[in-house]
């Protein structure tokens, strides 16, 4: 018992935690971020080869070549 006492008294450790809680922070926004990207390249991906495969005459395809 006394050890467990001792162990909520010492403060050495919060530091650990608190280093965690971070990363793991950090880690999350980087995922989030990714997936993001991930999905806004497929789209950019997915309207390229859509245009790709499309007549010449359309309209999508030709607004986005003149920008």
């Known amino acids: 018992m ?3 006492i001792n162990m909520l008294r010492d403060e050495a450790g919060a530091s650990a935690a608190e280093y965690a809680l971070i990363l793991a922070i950090v880690g ?3 995922a989030v971020a990714a997936y993001t990207l991930g ?3 497929a789209g950019a991906m997915n309207n390229a080869s859509s245009c790709i495969n499309s007549q010449p005459s359309s309209t999508m395809c030709s607004t986005a070549a003149a920008s």
């Open 2 to 4: 006394k050890t467990f």
């Open 28 to 30: 999350a926004a980087i």
């Open 39 to 41: 999905t806004a390249v």
